[in-house]
């Protein structure tokens, strides 16, 4: 069975497609592959910018963003000729979460916030923090975009965290939210009163534990930050909400990038299944790293070649001919593997990039990945 | 019989290195007659039941997976904070009933997710309880124990479970017990071991999480280079079959034939040429190096116990006599 083939020149061409979001699991080459789709687009005459979470260093150096600035900047060296244009930038997800806070409260109620040292860890380290912060930004760079009109972005190209599970990126907002409106902290905060006051004593049972696992300096903090917080929430979960909605919207359009592994395919079908069932606009999949080769020899006859050469005047041909057999069987392999992806959900398209002989560094080879990428395989 | 020499070995390494894979054959290498070995997970993604091709570890069982062809056994755990939490609880409080009142009112949730730090030492101190097991012969003891533990971009903030607790509780059982947790994880008892592909990523990655680790004072013992490609042809003859030089000659074949084949193994040697480059850089790290060699069947339990054998004869796993 042979999977549809996934055009991804007619999505970048699309000027209905506005935000692009590539998902998938840790270490498939979703930075890579957001850059190089950031790089064609721009090329093809789209003002684009791409939002990486945690590029490698190299690769943030080609596209200039090597400090973490949290602003897009221009790539240099990308061709205008077409009229396009290509900015990028990198998520600092504590700064992001600090300025969404200044910019939505009073100066004096700002600091408060700032200094909460609950506030502080929660916007360093909570587990959510970094998905809901890509989310965030990606609301404020479509809304400058939307201000700036003929002159802003039409194009935004998003890496999603590398998540733990591919669904973090969709849960965080709602995992934020309702940690920050949940029943325990309304009650922490609430004295007890009408049909609450029934539950009280467990209630009371539950705080006090609490208070033993937290401290209670914690406590204190976090009813601290939430009175703070209260005015600036209900516009957090507005935001969340829209920006939930854009997602589901024509104008936005998710990839999955996997490779041509078991886990890393698992992980692409969870993807591809909640994106079905949430009803967001699944174009298709990108599979890296995929082996190939010109050579129509098959592992064994070159293993048995292998066995009768010299091994003294042919030393490199013995090792090119079990290197062959080798590279043939991670084909097969590669392929079954495929195949399987494809028996199960047979409408989802993809295109293949096969996997390259060094490590993307520079905008030439970002520009070749968007030839594998748009290549009919 | 020896005794393992470490009791506790934790396996990190970046998404995609094979880090759970190594932690399983590490757990069926250590898993030698006789002994009882328990394999833990803390980021609910299953990998090692999904590996082993069996149903998934819930409610804190620890069930075993698998016997080794060694004559011991594995066992798997997959450790949920919210479970871990509920426990604590009942352990240091004896909190039954507010246990369930904890958790109806979604305080275990929010005790978790306000607290990063928090949910971290309840994951390592469920291992440090397991451990623990073996140490003071409890009941369902076990002679060594791997923690699959989360990629080297958060492992030393992981094990760090004093830091994790700074902003919490100054006094008290979890601060007690972050304390013993992390006797534990500086004592001899402990190793961490990380994986790494010879990628430039990964390579980065491993050198970060060694420089990141130095000062929390736990041991990394080995670097393990994941999925290595052995060759027998020395650096020269890469460097000139990467340049292709002269075209390869298999004696029979058309000269399409022979071109294709110099076109494709060139690529093979550019790239076991940076293989080699990122091995030098590991070296330099000056810690012992395992190197498992790839499978181009890919993964399954018969290649689990491949690389387990790969990684007893690399690694010293027994204390001596």
């Known amino acids: 069975m042979t999977a549809p083939f996934f055009d ?166 709602e995992h934020l939210s309702s940690l920050l409106d949940g029943r325990f902290l309304r009650l922490l905060l609430a004295p007890a009163r009408g049909p609450l006051r029934l539950m009280s004593v467990g209630f009371n049972l ?26 600036l929430f209900g516009g957090f979960r507005q935001r969340a909400t829209q920006t939930l909605g854009l997602l589901s919207s024509r104008h936005t359009t998710f990839l999955v990038v996997a490779t041509a592994q078991r886990d890393a395919l698992r992980e692409a079908a969870y993807f591809v299944d909640r994106l079905t069932e949430e009803r967001m606009p699944l174009a298709g999949l990108v599979i890296n790293r995929v082996h190939a080769t010109k050579l129509s020899v098959s592992a064994a006859r070159a293993l048995a070649l292998a066995e009768d050469l010299d091994p003294v005047t042919t030393p490199v041909e013995i090792e090119a001919l079990r290197r062959h057999a080798a590279l043939k069987r991670v084909i097969e392999q590669e392929a079954l593997l495929l195949d399987r992806f494809t028996s199960t959900r047979p409408t989802v398209a993809r295109t293949l990039v096969s996997t390259l002989a060094s490590d993307v560094t520079d905008l030439d080879a970002l520009r070749h990945i968007g030839v594998l990428l748009a290549d009919k395989d | 019989m020896r005794s393992p020499r470490h009791t506790l070995h934790i396996v990190s390494g970046k998404g995609g290195t094979g880090k759970t894979t190594i932690a399983a054959a590490l757990a069926c290498a250590l898993a030698t007659s006789g002994r009882r070995v328990l394999v833990c997970e803390v980021e609910g993604r299953q990998g090692i039941t999904e590996l082993f091709g069996t149903s998934r570890l819930v409610d804190a069982e620890e069930r075993r997976l698998l016997r080794t062809p060694a004559g011991g056994a594995v066992f798997g755990l997959a450790i949920d904070p919210e479970d871990a939490l509920l426990e604590y ?177 060139a690529d093979e040697a550019a790239r076991t040429l940076q293989q080699r480059e990122r091995h030098v850089r590991l070296t330099s790290l000056r810690l012992p190096i395992a190197q498992i060699a790839f499978d181009p069947a890919g993964i399954d339990e018969a290649a689990v116990f491949t690389i387990s054998d790969q990684l007893r004869d690399q690694i010293r796993l027994e204390a001596v006599a």
């Open chain 1, 206 to 231: 539950a705080a006090s534990a609490m208070t033993k696992i937290l401290g209670g300096q914690i406590i204190i903090d976090v009813k601290t930050f939430v009175t703070a917080f209260e005015a």
């Open chain 2, 89 to 265: 609880l009942e352990t240091f409080y004896h909190l039954g009933l507010a246990g369930r009142a904890l958790d109806r009112f979604g305080a275990v949730d929010f005790a978790t997710s306000i607290a990063p730090g928090l949910r971290d030492v309840l994951l390592t101190g469920k291992v440090y309880e397991a451990v623990r097991r073996g140490i003071k012969q409890r009941p369902n003891s076990y002679d060594a124990v791997v923690l699959d533990a989360p990629p080297t971009g958060r492992i030393a903030q992981f094990l760090n479970v004093h830091t994790a607790l700074a902003g919490l509780a100054r006094v008290g059982p979890i601060r007690n017990q972050a304390d013993s947790i992390m006797r534990l994880l500086r004592s001899a008892t402990t190793v961490v071991h990380l994986v790494t592909l010879l990628e430039d990523m990964p390579v980065t990655e491993t050198e970060e999480a060694v420089a990141a680790l130095r000062p929390t004072q736990i041991k990394v013992a080995t670097v393990i280079e994941n999925m290595v490609v052995p060759t027998p042809l020395d650096d020269d003859q890469l460097r000139s079959a990467a340049s292709q030089e002269k075209p390869l000659g298999v004696p029979g074949w058309t000269e399409k034939l022979n071109a294709a084949l110099t076109l494709e193994f």
């Open chain 1, 8 to 173: 991804v020149d007619s999505i970048l061409g699309d000027h209905e497609t506005k935000i692009i979001i590539c998902c998938g699991a840790g270490g498939v080459g979703k930075t890579t592959t957001s850059a190089a789709l950031a790089v064609r687009a721009a090329e093809a005459g789209r003002r684009v910018v791409v939002l990486t979470i945690d590029p490698a260093r190299r690769l943030a150096q080609s596209l200039g963003v090597g400090e973490l600035d949290n602003t897009p900047r221009p790539v240099a060296g990308v061709d205008t000729a077409a009229g396009g244009s290509l900015d990028a930038m990198m998520l600092d997800m504590k700064r992001t979460f600090d300025d969404v806070v200044i910019a939505h409260s009073t100066p004096d109620n700002a600091a408060a916030i700032l200094d909460n040292p609950f506030y502080q860890a929660l916007s360093s380290s909570f587990a959510g923090t970094q998905e809901y912060m890509a989310m965030e930004k990606l609301g404020q760079l479509h809304a400058q975009s939307e201000a700036a009109g003929e002159r802003g972005w039409d194009l935004i190209v998003v890496d999603t965290p590398p998540a733990r599970s591919a669904l973090d990126f969709l849960d965080a907002p």
